[in-house]
């Protein structure tokens, strides 16, 4: 049976309060829960040394002088290369500095499994460990590495060959794992994230001294996982029950206008601009869009919602968001029409509290993720925030696009429309304004396809049955 687990990545949270890859912390808290002993290996951040977070050691590596440390957290490597090519320098010192500490850290503490997030090129830190001590190594992909076959050739056998030495693949969707498995032809284990909401029965663990962390909360929506965690009590209504099994989820009121709810990065794969364009075949006295987050497209998505205002003949208006931050808005009660019908009111918050945003989900009436395959090909590997959408009570509308078919079952837990399609959007938006039966039906099924996927208790039982057939 499986003890000790050596869990390496590129991120890590810096400290408790740290909103970097929740999902990740998560797993390892429950992993924890589940009786395992866990430690972590991540590269430091600006000379940050070798820590605690819920009990879990996370072992720092320096690979160079602190103020350089910056290759990775806050945003993807990738993305920070891209804007500072010195960076790709630090790639090397990086491998070898992660390379040996892995080995001093196996040579003392023996794990039972090493196990490799985003496998480049951290398969490439884990395998000299692995082979010397003879450790049995998982990998794990999210999708991202393999965006990098795209764009760097020399990538693609690297990968083949770290996948050829893994004794087990992990996938985060389905899609990543089509993908993988175009690489190299292997086994490949489905393994969602779950929510990262918490449970009454956590946060009375956490506030006892327990294991398991509280769910950093952030709307900005801008870690280098593109992914939210909420940990507001007021929000476990909609939320789990005893068990880790959501409760029957309540349709929320429309209070005035049917409100669409998108919170996320504003990044190109997210597809927001056709989100902005759906807005034309809405009628801005029913409908209002709220667009929560930043990202490097605001100013240009900002740009195309007053755009569309203008086409019909309305001023945009400048507003306040509910902590006080400065949002963009696509018209007003007062604006003045034009004889065509104005579009759906547009508008963007900005970055919220952790209260503002709890109160964006309670207020809202459909969520949406209207994701596309961008220009250089990536697309969203799952979607855990439409997971925790559907757990606070709210229905979904999203693209069939990359690992969210594995979320959204089409009419069963959520409405799927095809990407880059404004009139589909509108018109699944519509029929959920108009046909209360479904939004409860709909809710239903994500109550049962949570309670079969995307609970942690069953996710961590499917991962602890590879560890221990792996230690035989």
């Known amino acids: 049976m499986v003890q000790k687990v050596l869990v390496i990545g590129s991120v890590y949270p810096r400290f408790h ?11 390892l808290a429950h992993l924890k829960k589940a009786g395992l002993d866990i430690q972590v290996l991540a590269p430091a951040y600006k000379g940050l040394k070798s820590h605690e977070i819920d009990g879990i050691k996370v072992n720092r590596f320096r690979y160079a002088p602190a103020a350089w440390e910056m290759l990775t957290h806050e945003e993807g490597a990738p993305s920070k290369m891209a804007n500072k090519p010195w960076l790709q ?33 951290h398969a490439y ?54 993908k993988i498995k175009a690489l190299r032809n292997v086994d490949v284990e489905w ?7 918490e449970t009454k029965d956590e946060r009375r663990e956490t506030r006892e001294g327990g294991s398991l962390p509280l769910a950093s909360a952030t709307a900005s929506a801008t870690p280098s996982s593109g992914r939210t965690a909420l940990s507001d ?48 075949y809405l009628p801005r006295d029913q409908f209002e869009i709220r667009i929560v987050g930043v990202g490097d497209l605001t100013e240009q998505l900002k740009m195309q919602a007053d755009a569309l205002c203008h086409h019909k003949g309305e001023s ?50 459909v969520f949406t993720l209207p994701a596309i395959v961008d220009s250089k090909g990536d697309t969203e590997g799952l979607g855990v925030v439409l997971i925790e959408a559907m757990e606070l009570g709210l229905p979904i509308v999203a693209s069939n696009v990359g690992g969210i078919p594995d979320v959204v079952a089409d009419s069963v837990s959520g409405i799927l429309v095809p990407e880059k399609d404004p009139e589909a959007l509108a018109s699944a938006y519509k029929r959920l304004a108009a046909e209360p039966e479904l939004v409860k039906h709909l809710l239903d ?16 039982e499917r991962q602890i049955a590879v560890y221990n057939k792996l230690s035989k």
């Open 125 to 178: 830190i884990a395998l000299g460990a692995a082979k010397l001590f003879r450790i049995p190594l998982v990998l794990n992909f999210h999708g991202a590495e393999l965006l990098l076959i795209r764009k760097k050739k020399w990538v693609k056998p690297l990968l083949k060959f770290a996948i050829g030495q893994a004794q087990a693949v992990f996938a985060n969707s389905s899609f990543t794992a089509s």
């Open 191 to 197: 393994s969602p994230y779950g929510t990262t909401l």
């Open 17 to 27: 309060e740290d909103a970097e890859v929740p999902w990740l912390r998560t797993s």
């Open 233 to 280: 009590p007021s929000l476990s209504a909609h939320g789990h029950q005893g068990g880790d099994t959501p409760q029957r989820p309540v349709p929320h009121p429309i209070n005035g206008k049917f409100k669409i709810l998108f919170v996320g990065r504003h990044i190109e794969r997210k597809g927001i601009c056709y989100l902005i364009e759906a807005a034309k």
């Open 316 to 365: 945009p208006v400048a507003s306040f968001s509910t902590n006080g931050r400065e949002s963009s808005r696509c018209g007003s009660d007062d604006a003045l029409n034009s004889e065509a019908t104005p579009p759906a009111e547009i508008i963007f918050t900005g970055k919220l509290s952790p209260e503002a945003l709890a109160n964006e989900y309670k207020t809202a009436n």
């Open 445 to 460: 099924g994500s109550r049962k396809r949570i309670a079969e996927c995307f609970t942690w208790d069953g996710i961590i």
């Open 89 to 121: 320098l630090l790639a090397i010192p990086y491998i070898i500095s992660g390379f040996f500490k892995c080995i001093k850290i196996c040579r003392k503490w023996r794990p039972d499994i090493i196990h490799a997030h985003w496998p480049f090129p």
